[in-house]
């Protein structure tokens, strides 16, 4: 089953063995760096040595309701563009370690699940219109 090899790879193995995925499927150098950007800020949530099969519903639930997500370092709201985008680079990433084996099944909590989960399969698709607007 996957879930042993989930408790074997932490955010600070998985982060770079995404983002290098990523260039080898051909993403712009722009985006596989805003995307590293994203992850650092999950990474440095949960912490880089936390295994990714340890990650919940719930904790993934707490994350997205954080100032961590929501807020700058300066205290101000981030754009809902930009938390939505943070929010789908950390869906991607665990949909990506899903498939490699890292994950038995993607622990997004169910509020989350519902929001463009006909597209799930289309994750290369949702980034290109998403890179879009940033000039890629």
Known sequence: ??????????????????LKYLTDEGKNERTVAVYG????????????????????????????KSDALLKK??????????VT?????????LVWAQEKGYLAEVPLPKSE????????????DAGNAADAPQGN
């Open 37 to 64: 950007r994203c992850l650092e800020n999950v990474a440095t949530h949960f912490g880089a040595d936390k295994p990714l099969g340890k990650l919940t519903p719930a904790t993934i639930g707490t994350f997205f």
């Open 113 to 124: 699940m519902k929001k463009g989960r006909a597209q799930e399969g289309t994750d290369a």
């Open 1 to 18: 089953m996957a879930t042993k090899k989930a408790k074997e790879i932490t955010f600070e193995k998985a982060i770079p063995a995404f």
């Open 85 to 93: 985008q943070n929010k789908r680079v950390f869906r991607m990433m």
């Open 73 to 82: 370092p300066n205290g101000k709201a981030k754009s809902e563009i930009t």
